[in-house]
């Protein structure tokens, strides 16, 4: 696996491998893997000819007291599971490549509205540095298809709009979360937990589950009055158990609007902080299915 930092070493790799007729899968990461960025490169294998990985630690997706400075870092382990798993180009870029110049006077990229929801409520900042940086790594990369974990939904979804408005040709995958045994998705900040938290972590996704479950069974349920009798049973039963919930909300998978009577694709979002970690999860469910 070749390493590089500058985009002009970059651009003659993949314009190498372009002259051979192969096609170019992209997976961006900020580092510290784990099974379910291993995954997104095994999809990206199966998908492209030529797998493209970046590790960048993204400072305008991260507000006030978030754990920028903090985030872990582990390059070298990294780079040998990236390299055990066949990826033919890691790229490294330094903050000079992606932010010339002070970080206040930059061109950013955002998707409004949907980019103002959910974690884009609580976290002003976060989607403008996502968007702005993924716009940055496409047009320095240009792949073919770029990979993404699904336990990220409502930025994949995001990510899926920017390509759509501006036209990038490029074919957007979302792969599955992956998981522990007992259900927890796997996330470099679950690092951040202790080993009591760790067993309690799961309830999240359990708790989302059960909202599913009900609504599976009672179809009809999807008001706007008796959706948030769920949202707030699940909520209640996460502070029980320690959390602190930002949100829960059952959206349509499309456009992440609140569900409405008649909505059948569905997607349950959710975000709450244990300890110093803040988890987010999802459960996508088609109603009458």
Do not use: W
């Not at 030529?50 to 903090?70: C, H, M, R, W």
């Not at 989607?127 to 792949?143: D, E, H, I, K, W």
């Not at 609140?258 to 244990?274: F, S």
């Amino acid at each position: 696996m070749n390493k590089v930092q500058r985009v002009s070493s970059l651009r003659a790799a993949v314009q190498a491998a372009r002259k051979d007729k192969k096609t170019i899968g992209f997976v961006p990461t900020m580092g510290n893997l784990h099974e379910g960025h291993l995954e997104l490169i095994r999809v990206a294998k199966r998908r492209a000819d030529f797998v493209v990985a970046s590790i960048y630690v993204n400072p305008t997706q991260f507000g006030k007291n978030e754990d920028l400075d903090n985030y872990p870092s582990t390059p070298e382990e990294d780079a040998r599971m990236l390299a055990e798993l066949g990826a033919d180009l890691l790229f490294l870029p330094e903050q000079e490549t992606m932010y010339p110049g002070a970080l206040e006077g930059q061109t950013v990229v955002y998707v409004p509205k949907i980019g103002d929801l959910y974690c884009g409520k609580d976290r002003p900042e976060h989607f403008y540095g996502v968007t702005t940086v993924v716009s940055r790594l496409f047009n320095m990369v240009q792949p073919d298809i770029a990979v993404f974990g699904n336990k990220d939904y409502q930025q994949i979804t995001i990510i899926r709009r920017m390509v759509e408005d501006l036209a990038y040709p490029i074919q957007v995958v979302g792969v599955d979360t992956v998981r522990t045994k007992d259900g927890l998705a796997l996330s470099s900040r679950n690092g951040y937990l202790s080993k009591k938290e760790l067993v309690v972590a799961p309830s999240l996704q359990q708790a989302l589950q059960t909202i599913a479950d009900q609504l599976q069974e009672k179809p009809v349920v999807v008001s706007k009055s008796a959706v948030k009798v769920l949202e707030d049973q699940a909520k209640a039963s996460l502070k029980a158990k320690g959390f602190e919930p930002q949100y829960i909300t059952v959206c349509r998978q499309r456009d992440l609007k609140p569900a409405k009577k008649g909505d059948q694709e569905l997607v349950i979002l959710a975000a709450a902080q244990l300890g110093k970690a803040r988890l987010i999860d999802n459960l996508e469910l088609a109603l009458g299915r």
